[in-house]
């Protein structure tokens, strides 16, 4: 192996180690005020007492003291040796600390008013820089943020409470009886921490338990596997003896599914199996033989009650330590001989000396006899490529569990985060890598947060610290190329790899890691890929910062040295420049990869990469020229985001704007503005938008950018479609078409820029009733890019279905909108995947009244609100208006009338009529008439402020529907005519209707 970048990883450092601590700040209430009414001798002993204290009861929970200083106390878990527990271990101590310190009495009088002593307890877990200590500084000197904040929830807890974070514990929380849930705003950190005040333990002794008291996830899958332990169940009740074990890494699920097949056994009342169980646990205060004691407490009676007993039943509970293990082998044995035995055990892997020796023992035993005993076992695999026959589960036939597939983690994900848009789900599923228990927590972090994942960041410390400990008790060899992997990357080269490690595909150290399910060849031949993203996050966040920046320097020469496609290129180079500081590169490097993925309108990677060429300015030497090439890279970034704006977006381009005004360019600013205005037109921000697009149009035409005011009149009549101002619109964007149809062979952004505002005119006239033109001119946009799966595509057909909903073809409505959203997430372009959602579900329900409608279109209204909402929102409020009030629930109807009203002030009447409506129906459903007409009457002032036919039949209709007065037949009558002008089918069947 070559020593130079691969052992960058392991290499000394003065800086210190990068570790993941659990930290425990521990200090004494109203220490203080004691100090002045206690002689200096009383108040020494009761420190040394203290003292005492600390070190006899921090490093039996497996933590090490850091410093003591006074009456205050730092303990860290997770040194030398991270554990998966450590947050659970920590808090454990501060509990027994707790109770401890209440008992201490302190020499000397005392004041009347004396409540004895207690402590206050922080407990956090982080990233910390640890270096060795001296007498100043304590045995270890801890550097990072995570210490500071132990020490503030240390301060944040009164008297006798102990306050835990939700990252140190995470679902170990559930091994203690917890206050709910709180946010805490600490002094010097920036968001609010979510933690815990831990009252005492919980009777929780397995993380299976623990989840069941959270509440479990959903059970997916595994139904070979289940099929596989029943048919052993079978051969059991038949006679036989046989040892099956679980084998599958940290939470993929072994206890779960080994739960599951138990509760199935359990309920087959035909069949006469008794059922033994018990669990190994890694915790200092495991016993030996612990699962089978387990078993051995749990048999209060047997049967039909102790007197039918076995007798080996009360020698084994007689039993000397001695003589336990060949007293609980009879015991089980005698059992087996009267019924079938099913006998399980959790977590093997922790099992101590003699309880592995009683389950071997057992199932030599059962086998000879000829004993129907089903022995199952549930373990991680050993590290290293072979396990050492007999060791653990090494006799018992294995049933390797994989990781769920990509269909049974999206439905786990769909399970866990019903609203939560398909985004957000898909990272969790990428992070996840089909692991039951990352799923698990990813989701509920992405619940709490309510904005999804953050990029390179990991779920808690506690979930941290399970990956870690993982990559601690690897051999160092293994353990030094996995970091050297993170580093590179998710998806691992392996040429690249084997140039800075040395180990190729086949080496054993890969071939282990493989096996432990750390990393496996990808898709493409000639690479790897982490077998988890979470894990890869956790691994690389942990590896130093000096040894990550001088491998990602290593990597991105080694890259350049090897050359290759050159969009990947660009894309691994802007990386790893970044990652080593390389600011300049990193700017240069990522610009070109937005560039070339922009040309093949790879719009979400354009974005990405633009917004790190942008990153990357922000640390080089502020200067004109710096200026200038940040404008032209915002610019780009507009055309990249036009069909998936955000309003981080919109704040880019603003400060372009400023930056423009400030260096006094005209065709700057001008171009600035009407990148402003396309970029706010995508969100929604009409009137505003407006504003800039005037603003662009003006300052063009002062500098001469010919260019630029060819381009300007197909914006202008989107915004002013958008508005609403359809005889403004209209002119704008047929001189918009007969512009860009002579451009448009020559390039694809012309002839994107064609189909949209062909698209605009389309939903135009159907808006006005036209709608044979419109499904003519939406042939037309649609034509170039029909089954394409491009961006455009999804817009057209989403406008193409709100069209078509409003024609009443409710059928292909929905099958537009299917394109729409499906083509959406495909291309990452939210206001699509959106919009395509709702007009589905709406389509939904106008055909089939169908229920989950109106929860599609909350989600779909949820999805797009981070993002500042979107183009034409009063839809979506419209849709949930009508919905609501047809069904009766009048206070979410009112909030959505009032939201689409909202969004009309903005210039956003699209679903003003729509709203109208629906507050008119709610009024006529208390009887108050008046008030429905006046609603009805705002209905039609809507719908005629659009020159919109179609609403005008719709209102109608509604009026006849609530027979207000007399002239209800007259409507009817109106309405059905109209319906049949226009092809309005559904709406007709409607209105035919007795």
């Known amino acids: 192996m070559t020593e130079s970048p ?18 425990l700040f521990v200090d004494l209430s109203g220490s203080t005020a004691m100090a002045e009414w206690m002689e200096a001798e009383h108040y020494a002993a009761m420190l040394a007492g203290l003292r005492t204290l600390y070190e006899r009861i921090v490093p039996h929970h497996g933590g090490v003291i850091a410093r003591i200083q006074g009456d205050g106390m730092l303990a860290v878990f997770g040194h030398p040796e991270v554990r998966e527990d450590d947050g659970r271990r920590a808090t454990e101590a501060a509990l027994e600390l707790h109770a401890a310190v209440r008992d201490i009495v302190p020499p000397g009088p005392k004041p009347a008013d004396f409540a004895g002593l207690a402590l206050h307890s922080g407990i956090h877990a982080g990233i910390v820089l640890v ?54 705003q600490l002094r010097g950190r920036a968001t609010p921490l979510a933690a815990y005040r831990v009252h005492g333990r919980a009777p929780v002794g ?31 009740l038949a006679g036989q003896s046989q040892w099956l074990g679980i084998r599958a890494g940290a939470g993929v699920g072994k206890t779960r599914l080994t739960e599951e097949f138990l509760r199935l056994a359990a309920d087959q009342a035909d069949q006469a199996i008794q059922i033994h169980r018990g669990y190994c646990e890694s915790y200092l205060s ?48 005698a059992l087996a001989r009267r019924t079938p035995q099913l006998v399980c055990i959790d977590d ?103 904005s999804g994942l953050v990029e390179g960041q990991s779920s808690s410390a506690w979930l941290a610290a399970l990956v870690e400990s993982r990559v601690g008790r690897l051999p160092p060899a293994q353990a030094q190329l996995v970091r050297l992997a993170a580093v590179i990357g998710n998806v691992i080269p392996v040429w690249l790899l084997k140039a800075l490690s040395g180990r190729g595909e086949r080496h054993p150290d890969v071939l282990a890691l493989a096996a432990q399910d750390f990393i496996f060849p990808d898709q493409r031949p000639g690479h790897l890929r982490f077998k988890h993203g979470i894990t890869r996050d956790v691994v690389y966040e942990a590896t130093g910062l000096h040894a990550r920046q001088a491998l990602h320097r290593h990597i991105s020469a080694a890259l350049s040295a090897h050359g290759g496609a050159e969009d990947q290129l660009h894309e691994q180079l802007a990386y790893h420049d970044a990652a080593a500081n390389d600011w300049p590169a990193a700017a240069r490097h990522a610009e070109a990869a937005g560039d070339q993925a922009l040309a093949v309108s790879a719009l979400d990677r354009a974005k990405k990469q633009f917004r790190a060429a942008l990153a990357a300015l922000e640390f080089l030497p502020d200067a004109a020229d710096h200026q200038r090439r940040w404008i032209a890279i915002a610019q780009r970034l507009g055309m990249a985001c036009v069909f998936d704006a955000s309003q981080d977006d919109l704040r880019v381009l603003k400060h372009a704007a400023a930056l423009a005004h400030a260096i006094g360019d005209p065709g700057l600013i001008a171009r600035t503005e009407y990148w402003l205005a396309y970029v706010g037109y995508a969100l ?44 403004s619109a209209l002119p704008m964007l047929d001189l918009a078409i007969e512009r860009q149809r002579i451009r448009a062979s020559k390039s694809a952004v012309n002839q994107i820029g064609l189909s949209f505002s062909l698209c605009c005119r389309a939903y135009v006239l159907g808006d ?83 229920p989950a409608a109106r929860q599609h279109i909350l989600d779909a209204t949820a999805w797009l609100a981070p993002r500042g909402g979107g183009l034409y929102s009063s839809f979506q409020h419209g849709w949930l208006a009508d919905i609501l009030a047809t069904q009766g629930d009048a206070g979410a109807a009112r909030h959505h009338v009032a939201l689409a009203l909202r969004r009309g002030r903005r210039h956003d009447w699209i679903g003003g009529a729509m709203a109208y409506r629906a507050a008119a129906r709610l009024a006529a459903g208390v009887g108050d008439t008046d008030r429905a007409r006046r609603y009805l009457g705002l209905a039609r002032g809507a719908g005629e402020q659009r020159n919109s036919a179609h609403e005008a039949a719709v209102t109608a209709l509604l009026e006849a529907e609530l027979r207000l007065d007399d002239g209800w037949q007259a409507a009817l009558d109106q309405a059905r005519r109209e319906f049949e002008r226009l092809g309005m089918t559904g709406f007709l069947e409607r209105a035919l209707r007795p």
């Open 768 to 850: 006005q009733g036209r709608f044979e033109q419109a499904h003519e001119v939406f042939a037309e946009a649609l034509a170039p890019f029909d089954g394409s799966g491009h961006a455009v595509e999804a817009s057209i057909q989403g406008w193409r279905a709100a069209v078509l909903l409003w024609q009443g073809r409710w059928a292909e409505a929905r099958e537009a909108a299917a394109v729409a959203n499906r083509v959406g997430a495909q291309v990452r372009s939210m206001f699509t995947c959106a919009m395509g959602h709702a007009a589905g579900a709406y389509g939904a329900w106008m055909q089939d009244a169908d």
């Open 131 to 184: 270096n060795e200590g001296d007498q100043m500084r304590g045995r270890f000197e801890l550097l990072g943020n995570a210490p500071n904040i132990a020490a503030r929830l240390s301060e944040a807890a009164r008297r006798d409470e102990i306050i835990a974070s939700e990252e140190s514990l995470g679902l170990q929380s559930q091994f203690f009886e917890t206050g709910p849930r709180f946010s805490l």
């Open 206 to 236: 397995r993380r299976f338990e623990a989840s069941v008291r959270r509440g479990l996830a959903p059970f997916v899958g595994r139904r070979g596997e289940l099929a596989a332990l029943d048919a052993a169940l079978a051969r059991t």
């Open 348 to 450: 093997l892997q922790w099992a101590d000396d003699a309880s592995l020796r009683l389950l071997h023992r057992l199932r030599s035993a059962a086998s000879a006899q000829g004993l129907p005993l089903l022995l199952l076992s549930a373990s991680r695999p050993a590290p290293g490529l072979v396990a050492l026959p007999g060791a653990n589960d090494g006799d018992a036939d294995i049933i390797e569990l994989p990781p769920l597939t990509e269909a049974e983690a999206a439905r786990a994900v769909q399970q866990l985060l019903p609203q939560t848009d398909p985004f957000i789900a898909s990272e969790v599923q990428r992070h996840a890598g089909g692991n039951p228990l990352f799923i698990e927590e990813l989701c509920h972090a992405a619940a709490d947060s309510g």
């Open 684 to 727: 929604g921000e009409t009137r505003d938008s407006l504003h800039h697009a005037q603003a662009a149009v003006e300052t063009a035409q002062r500098c001469g950018d010919h260019a630029l005011l060819a381009q300007l009149p197909g914006t202008v009549g989107q915004l002013r479609a958008a508005a609403a101002d359809y005889a």
């Open 286 to 333: 495991a016993e030996p033989l612990q699962p089978f004691l387990q078993m051995l407490r749990a048999m209060d009676a047997y049967d039909g009650g102790l007197t039918d007993a076995p007798p080996e039943l009360f020698a084994a509970r007689q039993s000397a330590p001695a003589q336990r293990a060949d007293a609980l082998l009879a015991l089980l044995l």
């Open 6 to 23: 691969a052992s960058t990883v392991v290499s000394s450092n003065a800086v210190g180690q990068r570790r993941l601590l659990t930290l």
